[in-house]
């Protein structure tokens, strides 16, 4: 018997007015409402009914209603196949390699090959594409955005950066910040693969603590070894976690040598040395290569910086200072409810790591004040005295550090200060913020510049405290370029 089929709504006919309204009730991507008003006058009132649209379009893909498209997702090196009723005009206008694919198709199925975790996640993938938003797990990123890549959806990749780089701290079976740094290395996301390397140089040393550190690759190893805005305890730390690192993976010896040469000795106490070299078995199989360093750091420690910078490079790695958190470098400053009013502080650091000056210390104050305003905007006084009132909403947080005194030692030395604000993230404290200034700079001219203190839920503030940390660290300059 012959249909008729003149009742018919066509498919494109009944999706593209959906998509029409959709539009026209400017739903955006992310799934958040977007009001159109600049063609309404000033005295009316927008009905905004886009969320009803959103679940009319959920229903669309949940029932299939008048889809022309079925795709077969096959899952790679099995039989297992996932099959999505779907409607070409959505998948076209929200990824330009869909609406290729589809042009391309011989007939109604469009089969697609993906990975395991890939094929796991791809109705939800589609979801998004029909309904702008999408509720995922820690373990669900790398799969979700490898399927955003794939097919050109920018929006949902973007977003999926963001979840990542926000997700850093968060707690995981095995730890993911060296997988999402590989994986962003892969893709070519540099954002990710920026916010991750950052993470890891920030808060090395929970990460050499974690099982993370024994499974990152040979190149970031060397890639993080080059930094020297490394926070972590001490240089001796480091070293052990490079000793660990090698007798775990076992890499060739070009690449053992490169990393032993990176660690910087000249910042390691002259006694760790001696017992490296009569403990360390790594250190005994590889003297011969870092004998040159070693006898150059045992120079360092035995000389003064004025001495030592007559015949030798002190602008060298070996000479340079990372983040070092342990008392000789610096001092943690907890500010309970810093925006109450100006606060001060003194702590003590060793003048320089060389075991010359070990004996020797510099007392540093720091004034920590809320609402600092600039001369022009402060209060004035009447010609009667009387000190005129001055809105403070202007003023920011300022921090200075300054030495109690000066001294002749300071010769052949300068100074860099670093501001180290702490926050906790998924109930982790982690490094939030890092602010350098020089010696010939009081303070860091952009600090906490973006951060509300008033607010009890800032992202600064730890149980409604600011949690510092300050590193001092020492940095030899040359006093004669030519050796005599």
Not at 386 to 402: L, Y
């Amino acid at each position: 018997m012959e249909r008729s089929y003149e009742h018919k709504i066509p498919s494109w006919v009944y999706v593209g007015t959906l998509l029409f309204f959709f539009h026209f009730y400017s739903v955006s991507v992310s799934g958040a409402p977007v009001k159109q008003e600049a063609a309404l006058d000033s005295g009316a009132t927008v009905l905004n009914h886009s969320m009803h649209l959103v679940h009319r379009m959920e229903n669309l893909l949940t029932l299939g209603n008048s889809s022309d498209v079925s795709l077969r997702v096959q899952t790679v090196n099995t039989d297992e196949v996932k099959v999505i009723q779907a409607h070409s005009l959505v998948l076209s206008l929200q990824s330009d390699v869909f609406e290729e694919l589809l042009l391309n198709r011989n007939n109604s199925a469009l089969v697609l090959t993906e990975t395991p975790e890939c094929a796991a996640l791809f109705d939800k993938f589609v979801r998004y594409l029909y309904c702008g938003d999408i509720s995922l797990r820690l373990d669900q990123a790398v799969s979700l955005h490898k399927l955003a890549s794939k097919y050109h959806v920018w929006g949902l990749r973007q977003g999926l950066t963001q979840y990542m780089t926000q997700h850093l701290s968060s707690d995981s079976p095995t730890g993911h910040v060296v997988s999402w740094y590989n994986y962003a290395l892969q893709i070519g996301d540099a954002t990710l693969r920026d916010s991750c390397l950052q993470y890891l140089s920030w808060n090395l040393s929970s990460v050499l603590q974690s099982g993370e550190w024994g499974s990152i690759s040979e190149d970031l190893l060397l890639s993080l070894l080059q930094r020297s805005d490394l926070i972590l305890h001490s240089e001796l730390e480091l070293y052990e976690a490079v000793e660990a690192w090698i007798n775990q993976n076992q890499p060739v010896s070009t690449t053992v040598e490169t990393a032993l040469r990176a660690v910087r000795y000249g910042m390691i106490p002259p006694h760790h040395l001696f017992r490296l070299q009569k403990q360390s078995p790594l250190m005994a199989k590889y003297y011969e290569t870092i004998r040159d360093l070693l006898y150059l750091a045992f120079q360092f420690h035995s000389a003064s910086p004025i001495q030592l910078a007559k015949y030798f490079d002190v602008n060298c790695s070996i000479f340079t200072p990372r983040n070092y958190l342990s008392s000789s470098w610096g001092s943690p400053w907890i500010i309970n409810n810093p925006t109450r009013d100006d606060r001060s502080f003194s702590f003590q650091t060793q003048l320089g790591p060389s075991g010359h000056d070990s004996n020797k210390r510099v007392t540093w104050n720091a004034l920590f004040s809320p609402r600092w305003l600039p001369l022009s905007a402060r209060s004035t006084y009447t010609e009667l005295g009387a000190m005129q009132p001055t809105r403070t909403e202007g003023g920011r947080p300022r921090i200075i550090v300054t030495p109690a005194t000066s001294s002749p030692d300071f010769a052949g030395v300068s100074f860099q200060k670093t501001i180290i604000v702490l926050a906790k993230q998924q109930g982790k404290v982690i490094v939030r913020h890092v602010y350098n200034f020089h010696q010939s700079t009081e303070e860091a001219g952009d600090f906490l510049m973006d951060a509300d203190l008033q607010r009890r839920a800032s992202e600064y503030l730890i149980d409604s405290s600011l949690y510092l940390h300050i590193v001092i660290k020492p940095l030899y300059h040359s006093l004669l370029v030519a050796r005599k």
